[in-house]
């Protein structure tokens, strides 16, 4: 039977450390700070980060250590990440984080060194342990003592912008193969989830890859601070504007052109909000699979669409009509009329708008004219569909976009809230 007795190393009572740092914590739990000033919280506040900075430098040198000894193995466990995964409250990912970048502090001497007296921070730390790969780390021994001075004097954002940078010229060192074999391995991997949702990764070369992300960034500029939902960070912003690049394409390479045909198979049930059993459960797109209901709701707003409505696997009940589109003459009004996207606070221009049915096509029978077609954005089109808010078209015409959670708003009632008569645009 294996046992150990690395217990018997523990300081012992009051001397324990750790002992002393749970009764502070438990004595912080009880602080009232309702009577406290704004200058006293965020003394207290600073002082519970810088402990709190200590505390996650003191775990990456322990968790170092423990991993140098292979301290893991002993209870049966096939690597760091099991362990800690299984007997602590983290999870893979994080585990995973936590030994690389423990290992790193442990097997570069002036990085470690720096972080235990306070030099630098466990996110200058991190932020060298994320470029790193196993052929950077033959390197980062002959430049750590630069990269160390550098984290001494850079805030952490700045530093993260220098790592990538000591990445990039690594690479360049490291390189072995030409571009022809790197040519070669450029691809785009696409998967779709059961519920329809595409995810994926690509490795493009830098001249591909830099064209596709100003475009994106052109597309979707960063949102102002006072968006109804908050501005998206970045990684939104970007998928946001290849959606819009991708339905401009599909549009016929000009905005408000013809988008394609799409055939949708939904149940009888599913199409009156049931919840119909497994067996006969039907919301599919041909091409894509299985889709949520919002998803055929939104398709329906503009696309050439058919539908095919089923009472169990196989028996068609009704295949709808074919096309509901509004027509360009529609478009056209509608696009006088409104302008640009007439979400509250979001003004984008009408090339990268969708017409949406403000009674839906499909669920309330909606027509599809003038009175009925309102101009969204992609991203405000996908929210209405997905989300509590709606749309009202008011007697006198105009718009009223209401959330259960928010007053309603008169973004849409125009200039000064002065009524838009409907164009009309003879052919």
Same mark, same amino acid.
């Given at each position: 039977?294996?046992?150990?007795?690395?217990?018997?190393?523990?300081?012992?009572?009051?001397?324990?450390?750790?002992?002393?740092?749970?009764?502070?914590?438990?004595?912080?739990?009880?602080?009232?700070?309702?009577?406290?000033?704004?200058?006293?919280?965020?003394?207290?506040?600073?002082?519970?980060?810088?402990?709190?900075?200590?505390?996650?430098?003191?775990?990456?040198?322990?968790?170092?250590?423990?991993?140098?000894?292979?301290?893991?193995?002993?209870?049966?466990?096939?690597?760091? /990440?099991?362990?800690?995964?299984? +007997?602590?409250?983290?999870? $893979?990912?994080?585990?995973?984080? !936590? *030994?690389?970048? %423990? =290992?790193?502090?442990?097997?570069?001497?002036?990085?470690?060194?720096?972080?235990?007296?306070?030099?630098?921070?466990?996110?200058?730390?991190?932020?060298?342990? /994320?470029?790193?790969?196993?052929? +950077?780390?033959?390197?980062? $021994?002959?430049?750590?003592?630069? !990269? *160390?001075?550098? %984290? =001494?004097?850079?805030?952490?954002?700045?530093?993260?912008?220098?790592?990538?940078?000591?990445?990039?010229?690594?690479?360049?060192?490291?390189?072995?193969?030409?571009?022809?074999?790197?040519?070669? +391995?450029?691809?785009?991997?696409?998967?779709?989830?059961?519920?329809?949702?595409?995810?994926?990764?690509?490795?493009?070369?830098?001249?591909?890859?830099?064209?596709?992300?100003?475009?994106?960034?052109?597309?979707?500029?960063?949102?102002?601070?006072?968006?109804?939902?908050?501005?998206?960070?970045?990684?939104?912003?970007?998928?946001?504007?290849?959606?819009?690049?991708?339905?401009?394409?599909?549009?016929?390479?000009?905005?408000?052109?013809?988008?394609?045909?799409?055939?949708?198979?939904?149940?009888?049930?599913?199409?009156?909000?049931?919840?119909?059993?497994?067996?006969?459960?039907?919301?599919?797109?041909?091409?894509?699979?299985?889709?949520?209901?919002?998803?055929?709701?939104?398709?329906?707003?503009?696309?050439?669409?058919?539908?095919?409505?089923?009472?169990?696997?196989?028996?068609?009940?009704?295949?709808?009509?074919?096309?509901?589109?509004?027509?360009?003459?529609?478009?056209?009004?509608?696009?006088?009329?409104?302008?640009?996207?007439?979400?509250?606070?979001?003004?984008?221009?009408?090339?990268?708008?969708?017409?949406?049915?403000?009674?839906?096509?499909?669920?309330?029978?909606?027509?599809?004219?003038?009175?009925?077609?309102?101009?969204?954005?992609?991203?405000?089109?996908?929210?209405?569909?997905?989300?509590?808010?709606?749309?009202?078209?008011?007697?006198?015409?105009?718009?009223?976009?209401?959330?259960?959670?928010?007053?309603?708003?008169?973004?849409?009632?125009?200039?000064?809230?002065?009524?838009?008569?409907?164009?009309?645009?003879?052919?």
């Amino acid at each position: 039977m294996i046992g150990i007795q690395e217990s018997d190393n523990l300081p012992i009572g009051s001397n324990d450390p750790v002992l002393q740092i749970r009764m502070g914590v438990a004595a912080l739990s009880g602080e009232d700070r309702h009577a406290w000033t704004g200058g006293s919280l965020s003394e207290r506040l600073q002082e519970l980060l810088e402990i709190r900075e200590r505390l996650d430098a003191e775990l990456l040198r322990l968790v170092g250590s423990w991993d140098r000894d292979r301290a893991w193995e002993i209870d049966g466990s096939l690597s760091p /990440r099991s362990w800690l995964t299984h +007997r602590t409250l983290i999870a $893979g990912g994080e585990a995973q984080r !936590l *030994v690389k970048t %423990a =290992r790193l502090i442990d097997r570069c001497d002036t990085v470690g060194v720096a972080l235990v007296v306070g030099e630098i921070t466990t996110p200058h730390v991190e932020a060298i342990s /994320r470029v790193m790969s196993k052929g +950077r780390l033959s390197l980062l $021994g002959e430049h750590q003592e630069v !990269l *160390v001075e550098q %984290a =001494r004097r850079r805030p952490v954002a700045d530093f993260t912008m220098v790592m990538g940078r000591w990445a990039s010229l690594a690479d360049d060192q490291l390189a072995k193969d030409t571009f022809a074999q790197k040519w070669q +391995r450029r691809h785009l991997h696409i998967s779709t989830s059961l519920d329809g949702w595409v995810s994926g990764d690509f490795y493009l070369d830098p001249v591909a890859g830099g064209a596709l992300l100003n475009v994106l960034d052109h597309i979707a500029p960063p949102d102002p601070q006072d968006s109804p939902n908050g501005p998206r960070p970045l990684s939104q912003r970007r998928a946001d504007a290849l959606t819009d690049l991708t339905s401009w394409y599909l549009n016929g390479d000009k905005p408000g052109g013809n988008p394609p045909n799409l055939n949708a198979v939904i149940d009888v049930a599913s199409l009156r909000g049931e919840t119909p059993e497994m067996a006969a459960a039907r919301c599919d797109l041909d091409g894509t699979g299985p889709v949520t209901r919002t998803v055929i709701d939104q398709l329906c707003c503009n696309a050439r669409f058919t539908r095919f409505i089923m009472s169990g696997p196989s028996q068609i009940l009704d295949m709808g009509r074919a096309t509901r589109l509004a027509t360009p003459t529609q478009r056209r009004a509608v696009t006088v009329r409104d302008r640009h996207c007439r979400f509250p606070s979001c003004g984008r221009k009408p090339q990268w708008c969708d017409i949406h049915h403000i009674a839906g096509w499909v669920e309330s029978l909606g027509e599809t004219n003038i009175n009925n077609l309102i101009m969204l954005c992609r991203r405000h089109h996908t929210l209405i569909h997905n989300t509590k808010w709606t749309i009202t078209r008011k007697p006198n015409g105009d718009f009223e976009f209401t959330h259960p959670a928010r007053a309603p708003s008169r973004r849409g009632e125009g200039l000064a809230g002065v009524h838009q008569p409907t164009p009309w645009i003879d052919n």
